[in-house]
């Protein structure tokens, strides 16, 4: 079974960075786009980043761009470096992955396969 796993959240105060990485676990040959969506209390999931499975594109929601960076590591890595962090960054970011669709279609509301369990990321004023 093919999972994906989250790592790096945590509690950092405003204009501080956080780095998250996400792996796919479990045997799979298959290509995916991979993104970061987050959840703050109270409101409904938002993208956040998007990489290709190739690591050449990359989409960014607007209140990200410039602060944000999503790589590919490889195949089956992703990090998202969060940078200049904010206090309404404050929220539980989940990674997600999807063989079939492309990273520009994680920003448009595409149901995708795969979503890990999700980490907190808690930033201070």
């Known amino acids: 079974q093919v999972q994906l796993v989250e790592s790096g959240g945590g509690l950092v105060q405003a204009g501080e960075s956080l780095r998250l990485s996400c792996a796919l676990s479990?045997?799979?040959?298959?290509?995916?786009?991979m993104g970061w969506f987050r959840q703050a209390p109270g409101k409904e999931r938002e993208f956040v980043a998007a990489?290709?499975?190739?690591?050449?594109?990359t989409y960014y929601a607007d209140s990200v761009k410039g602060r944000f960076t999503i790589s590919r590591d490889n195949a089956r890595k992703t990090t998202l470096q969060m940078n200049s962090l904010k206090p309404e960054d404050t929220a539980v970011y989940y990674c997600?992955?999807?063989?079939?669709?492309?990273?520009?279609?994680?920003?448009?509301?595409?149901?995708?396969?795969?979503w890990g369990q999700g980490t907190l990321v808690t930033v201070s004023s």
């Open positions: 997600a992955a999807d063989p079939r669709a492309s990273a520009g279609e994680f920003p448009k509301g595409r149901d995708l396969e795969i």
């Open positions: 479990g045997l799979t040959f298959s290509r995916y786009a």
């Open positions: 990489v290709s499975w190739i690591g050449g594109t």
